[in-house]
């Protein structure tokens, strides 16, 4: 089946095809030099839902950006939607970056979100069709076939009736709670012994799957739970006939707020966490002939405004589509990947502090293996001569060895600080539990502040040596988090630096007893001084630029929303400074524009991993990607939150061997790539890169090509291709 009505929606929603990136600028750009935040997260996950048709991509990888696509729409609306709607009913007008109120910016996200669900409907229809012919059907309770009908139905009976429960909606029984992201199904019913009609709920248990695969082997066959119950409903309603039924599906505001003056923060988050799940109704998702009289009951129980219902004739909830993604068919998937382990610290015979004292390193996740960040923490565990552990915890997922490492080191009695932020959306209760667990083991866990998150990723031990007390740092662009660490590109950099080590410390005293540190020698903290110091780099450029001499700016980060360092950019190109970013998400940044921008390029890489680490250097007076150039990485984005309301690392790279690795393979490789880059043009548009030579693919050629600081003595074996900025410019 042709995907070419797909694609032709996809190029009309993302703005592609436009030529290149020198598109004709906005009108007005001056008077409205910034893009709206809302609008461009919206065309960052146009972009995503542009890889679910991608032809290079196998089928169930397509299906998974698909469901990507949905989560992270449901996350859009529960937090950012709901923020706006919250603003626009306590009467707040005030205007976001680019002048629009809350008002202003709901109409407009609703417009565009209407044909993004639309255009989510059209692409699941060509993927179903399409993994139809590959003997992986996704069917509705219509549609099964007549083998199958004997084993559904008495999975039914047995595992899916005992843990449904109708509800009877009436003046006599109070209307039922629809939790966050609930599922559930309303029935039109006629008593059979008196011709009555009542209306009944079912609400599906986020226990249960979104779909039951029926068993066999050769054809997946896969049919939703919610179609189930409809097609055997008459099991759950005895003596009644059933009239008709509508599927729906809630979302609700899922954000979290806490009061400055809080005394106890767990007792607070848990009270929150529960709050969280009863938030006001943000989105109702209806199937397209919902009854008319149930609906209306539906708007009026939930209090739910018109505007925020979506009606469609499609699936709802994209997002379960990932259980159909996790099937197991090797050949619609990408070809399996093991990250390597860094040849250094096999060198030293898996001696992770023997490694880092030779020489700093930097591992790039996940074409090197988290493991080896794994090891740092539990060698440190393990060691007689560690006597002590520090480290922040953002996100630390489920199931995590890093945490459990900790738990053993202070079991046997190493003296174990951990900071755990409660502030970490949706990992809340997670983080909440890890606490409580690091606690009951003697880790002395601290809860950093009130109203600034802990979002820098710092782990530090401290060793007893010959020589003294020696401190090995990790500073990393992501999470200690060894499920993301598979899929998101991120920076681990291991130091034995003793002045690095000395900040790292005053930045932990600075989380655990609010000491705002003095003197800092090479680390930049938020919300202290990290904005200043990439102010003060911005302003040598400019007068580098001033002087005739070299001055360019690359930066690599997830979003730029922040208006005093968009305009510092802004600044900076008019002074003649050539400013290269790789934006992977929101951009408020307009590029391009003559007089304001002309000198500054954006484009978003979009591809098999998620675009993660922040890296952020400057010229220094000599050509990019020259050998003296100020390089650094960080936690932090290019975001208000980011530089004035959370705790944040800047740290510099010196090691000669690392900043050629993090400026001259990872920064460049992404400046280069044509296969997964999309142009940010100046009316807000994004159109893929278009080469005409070979495309540069940055994701495959780390998949290829080991790390150089990892490396060791087997870079003498042979060197990593020498890349060059020639290489695939387009434009």
């Excluded at 169930?60 to 603003?87: H, K, T, Y």
């Excluded at 002048?99 to 059209?122: M, N």
């Excluded at 006597?387 to 459990?404: C, E, M, P, W």
Aim: glycine share 6%.
């Amino acid at each position: 089946m042709s995907s070419t009505p797909i694609s032709s929606l996809i190029a009309d929603a993302t703005g592609a095809g436009l030529g290149g990136p020198d598109a004709p600028a906005a009108r007005n750009a001056h008077d409205d030099p910034y893009f709206n935040r809302e609008l461009s997260w919206l065309s960052f996950n146009e972009r995503v839902l542009a890889e679910a048709c991608n032809e290079q991509y196998p089928l169930l990888e397509r299906l998974r950006f698909l469901s990507i696509s949905g989560s992270n729409l449901d996350e859009f609306m529960m937090i950012r939607v709901a923020g706006l709607v919250g603003q626009a009913q306590r009467g707040i007008d005030k205007p976001a970056i680019d002048g629009r109120t809350p008002t202003q910016q709901l109409a407009a996200i609703r417009e565009k979100l209407a044909k993004l669900s639309a255009l989510q409907q059209d692409i699941w229809r060509d993927l179903r069709d399409r993994l139809a012919e590959t003997d992986i059907h996704v069917a509705d309770e219509r549609r099964v076939k007549p083998a199958a009908h004997q084993w559904l139905k008495a999975f039914f009976l047995e595992e899916i009736l005992p843990v449904i429960t109708p509800q009877a909606l009436d003046p006599a029984h109070p209307f039922p709670f629809v939790q966050n992201e609930g599922i559930g199904i309303l029935f039109t019913l006629t008593r059979d012994a008196d011709r009555e009609q009542i209306m009944e709920m079912v609400l599906i248990p986020s226990a249960l799957p979104r779909f039951v695969r029926v068993p066999g082997e050769g054809e997946a066959i896969y049919v939703s739970i919610a179609s189930l119950i409809q097609r055997y409903a008459s099991k759950l309603f005895p003596g009644f006939t059933i009239e008709g039924d509508g599927l729906f599906r809630v979302l609700r505001d899922s954000d979290i707020e806490i009061e400055e003056e809080a005394e106890d923060l767990v007792r607070t988050f848990r009270s929150a966490i529960q709050r969280r799940r009863r938030g006001q109704v943000i989105q109702l998702e209806l199937e397209e002939d919902f009854d008319f009289q149930a609906e209306t009951l539906l708007l009026e129980q939930l209090g739910v405004h018109e505007a925020a219902v979506i009606k469609t004739d499609g699936m709802i909830g994209i997002d379960g589509l990932a259980e159909i993604a996790d099937e197991d068919r090797p050949d619609l998937k990408f070809d399996s990947y093991s990250p390597r382990y860094p040849e250094r610290v096999r060198e030293h015979d898996g001696d992770a502090f023997s490694a880092i004292r030779e020489k700093d390193i930097i591992v790039h996740h996940p074409y090197e293996s988290f493991e080896v960040v794994v090891d740092f923490i539990r060698q440190a565990a393990e060691d007689p001569d560690v006597v002590a552990i520090k480290q922040t915890l953002y996100r630390a997922g489920s199931q995590s060895a890093v945490i459990n490492a900790l738990i053993d080191a202070a079991e046997r009695g190493k003296s174990v600080t951990a900071v755990v932020e409660l502030k970490a959306r949706f990992d809340e209760e997670q983080n909440l539990t890890w606490a409580t667990k690091l606690e009951r083991a003697g880790v002395q866990v601290i809860y950093g502040f009130t109203d600034w998150k802990t979002h820098a990723k710092v782990a530090m031990v401290v060793r007893r040596e010959d020589e003294g007390f020696r401190t090995y740092c990790h500073f990393g662009t992501g999470n200690y988090h060894p499920v993301t660490a598979k899929i998101y590109t991120d920076l681990s950099f291991f130091t034995a630096d003793p002045k690095l080590a000395q900040d790292a410390a005053k930045m932990m005293n600075f989380v655990t007893g609010y000491v705002e540190p003095a003197d800092l020698e090479r680390i930049s903290i938020a919300p202290l001084n990290l904005r200043e110091e990439l102010y003060r780099r911005i302003d040598t450029e400019i007068a580098n630029a001033a002087k005739g001499n070299p001055a360019a700016i690359w930066m690599k980060c997830n979003q730029i929303t922040d208006q005093g360092m968009i305009d510092r950019l802004y600044a900076a190109s008019d002074a003649g400074v050539q400013v290269e970013l790789v934006v992977r998400g929101i951009c408020s940044l307009r590029p391009g524009v003559p007089g304001l921008s002309e000198n500054i390029r954006v484009k978003s890489i979009i591809g098999r991993f998620l675009e993660h680490s922040r890296i952020y250097a400057f010229a220094d007076g000599e050509a990019m990607p020259g050998p003296n150039a100020a390089v650094f990485i960080s936690s932090a984005d290019l975001m208000g939150r980011n530089l004035d309301r959370r705790v944040e690392c800047l740290i510099p790279i010196l090691n000669r061997t690392v900043h050629d690795q993090v400026l001259q393979q990872v920064l460049l490789a992404n400046m280069l790539d044509t296969q997964q880059s999309w142009w940010l043009h100046a009316d807000g548009t994004y159109s893929r890169i278009e080469t005409d030579g070979t495309p540069f693919n940055c994701h495959r050629y780390f998949m290829t090509n080991p790390s150089l600081s990892g490396r060791g003595g087997a870079l003498a074996a042979g060197a990593v291709p020498k890349l060059s900025l020639r290489k695939g410019r387009t434009g």
